[in-house]
């Protein structure tokens, strides 16, 4: 299932717009050589660079040699790529997939009208006006750190800011960089070390257009079972960084960083090819983050804004306006 809603994720939730994605459909079948030849470059990415060394206890040799059968069996190219795509779910991993050539086109394929449900937005409570409420549904738009920053004018304008509240639920992730970009409004410096197969690299951030104003601030950070990736660095990092406390479920633990890697005929291979450690050099990998305050996963926004007032000692003053 989180690989589905992670495929979900890395086309925005949209569908293909465009008549030219289905055109490879209807194309005849890619030649024996074709077949073996697509199969044979995903198989050689994987092994060369799948950030996981064992496979993860997956014999990829046998792996080739029985899919190469299978696809010189197959009747439609639908077929062909979707046995691609088999060979790629037994690595196990959440995150890696392959797209057949109208997928990838679907994934490219979106309007302004298909991002604006995802992007991040900014309120004041109605309880307690001094905590900001900030929903961040996906990192995967490309400037949600510049929507942020745009939202975040309006609001504090309006007053003074005792604390924030930052609702990370059902948010599956996205780019990367646009995940610490907007860490760079709560964090400054180094957020953690990217690795893979080749090195290590420090992940650093200069300070957000409105750092300063919520410099030292306190904040609590709603996360589920359904946050994922990206959104679990951010949470990760600010529990370190900033002391956040942590509010609702432990999230999926699927933290691997994926590349994108196009072929010839348009498919796309997504590879966990590296992966991400605190600055401590612990890894959400494979644990999640663990909730300070448990709440149940079905319980209504008022219930994690309630726990959120309650966790800052703002509860009192909440119901006594």
């Not at 905590?131 to 942020?148: C, E, K, T």
């Not at 994922?228 to 633990?253: C, M, N, Y």
């Not at 997504?270 to 959400?284: K, P, R, V, Y």
């Not at 926004?301 to 007032?309: R, T």
Request: net charge negative; glycine share 6%; hydrophobic share 40%.
């Amino acid at each position: 299932m989180h690989r589905h809603l992670f495929i979900l994720l890395l086309s925005l939730f949209t569908f293909c717009l465009a008549q030219t994605c289905d055109v490879s459909r209807a194309k005849a079948l890619l030649s024996t050589l074709e077949r073996k030849g697509l199969l044979n470059e995903v198989w050689s990415l994987v092994k060369d660079e799948y950030i996981y060394t064992d496979f993860q206890g997956l014999d990829w040799q046998e792996a080739r040699r029985v899919y190469l059968e299978r696809v010189l069996e197959v009747k439609t190219n639908e077929e062909f790529y979707t046995t691609v795509d088999q060979m790629i779910l037994e690595l196990g991993d959440d995150h890696s997939v392959y797209l057949s050539p109208w997928s990838a086109c679907q994934e490219d394929s979106y309007s302004d009208e298909d991002v604006a449900p995802y992007e991040p937005t900014v309120k004041r409570l109605e309880s307690e006006p001094s905590v900001l409420y900030i929903d961040i549904p996906s990192f995967n738009i490309y400037d949600a750190d510049l929507i942020l920053d745009t939202q975040l004018r309006r609001v504090l304008q309006r007053g003074r800011v005792r604390a924030v509240m930052i609702d990370l639920r059902h948010n599956y992730g996205g780019y990367l960089d646009t995940a610490y970009n907007v860490l760079s409004t709560f964090v400054r410096g180094r957020l953690g070390t990217e690795y893979d197969l080749y090195g290590e690299t420090a992940v650093r951030r200069e300070p957000g257009l409105y750092y300063r104003e919520l410099r030292g601030i306190p904040i609590v950070v709603f996360v589920d079972a359904d946050t994922h990736s990206a959104a679990e660095l951010v949470a990760g990092i600010l529990a370190q960084k900033r002391d956040a406390i942590i509010i609702g479920q432990t999230s999926a633990g699927n933290t691997e960083i994926v590349y994108p890697f196009d072929f010839s005929d348009g498919s796309r291979l997504w590879l966990a090819t590296g992966g991400f450690q605190l600055d401590d050099g612990t890894s959400i990998e494979g644990r999640g983050v663990i909730p300070d305050v448990v709440i149940d996963k079905v319980a209504e926004e008022s219930v994690y804004i309630e726990a959120g007032l309650e966790a800052l000692g703002l509860t009192a003053r909440a119901e006594s306006q």
